[in-house]
């Protein structure tokens, strides 16, 4: 039926109705909250780049993880700080990182938080690149190694999912299978499974310190002129082999990848609402140009309709805050 029989505006006319028709909703349960953690004591050195967000030792994390859990967030990603780095990464799988320590704190203080740490060796190489260098090429067969060594200390120091974001072909199944071997067949596998070689993450490798110190990362991680299917073949393949859950990052450019990755598998999709995302919003916010929380609702409303089931974004306590306003 057309017009004027038809109105739609009536679905509209009020608060109380729009709040009944309201099918996509972001709620606490969706939030996935980054963190850094630096080695030292007393230390909350603020990210330039990304206000609001901090490097913290690990005294000073465990504070604003009491303080992120009071205001509603459940689950976290934990980003490593070493104090050396090395051709090798290490730092990235030692029994002592700071990465594996960190860890045992928050489990031991914070038991019901969901835990997931990333794991990938850029913040622990000298390079900055997320795999070995061999002639300055990133070799891939003989990182996995490494990178599934790094994923069972992080599982034995009590990481509830680990995250693999290397992009490294094959992880996914060297990661599942030195956990299964080791007892970790419950340890859960979050993979970047279609992860773009974007322009957006710059300030992230301020926070992380990971910029590689020569190239880029544009022979493992995706072209962002690259086909759809591409994107459905790398998908296809972290969970043939054993990934629990798919991440799309970044979320904001990619909103077509992750409905289709959502329409494509029955299996749970993750946004990485990235860095430079972050820093656009809280500017333009600074400068008065923009309603920062309307902005943000409405883009996590957006991964939520294109078929998010998870949102990893440095937004989550102001997110948090928000929903739970009267």
Known sequence: MGFPITRMRRLRKSPVIRDALSEVNV????????????????????????????????????????????????????????????????????????????????????????LITDVCLCEYTDHGHCGLIKENKIVNDSTL??????????????ADIVAPSDMMDGRVAAIRKVLDGSGFDETLIMAYSVKYASA????????????????????????????????VQEAALDIEEGADIVIVKPALAYMDIIKTISNTFNCPITSYNVSGEYAM??????????????????????????????????????IAAWLQEV
Not at 28 to 45: A, Q, S
Not at 77 to 100: N, R
Not at 145 to 158: F, N, R, S
Not at 284 to 297: C, F, P, Q, S, T
């Open 200 to 231: 957006f993450y710059g300030p992230f490798r301020d926070a992380a310190g990971s910029a590689p110190q020569f190239g880029d990362r544009g022979t493992y991680q995706m072209d962002p002129r690259s086909s759809i299917k591409q994107a």
């Open 281 to 318: 919003v809280k500017a333009a916010a600074e400068k008065g140009w923009i309603d920062e929380k309307r902005v943000v609702l409405e883009l996590m409303t957006g991964f939520k309709r294109a078929g998010s089931n998870l949102i990893i974004t440095y937004h989550a306590l102001d």
């Open 145 to 158: 190694e490494l990178l599934a060594k790094t994923a069972l200390t992080h599982a034995q120091a009590g």
């Open 27 to 114: 709620s606490l349960n969706d939030l996935i909250y980054p963190m850094f953690v630096i080695e030292g004591k007393n230390i909350r050195n603020p990210v330039m780049s990304m206000p609001g967000v901090y490097q913290c030792s690990p005294d000073i994390l465990l504070t604003e993880i009491e303080k992120a859990i009071k205001i509603g967030i459940k689950a976290i990603i934990l980003f490593g700080i070493p104090e050396i780095k090395d051709a090798v990464g290490s730092s990235a799988y030692a029994q002592d990182g700071i990465i594996q320590q960190t860890i045992l704190k928050i489990k031991k203080a914070f038991p019901e938080l969901l």
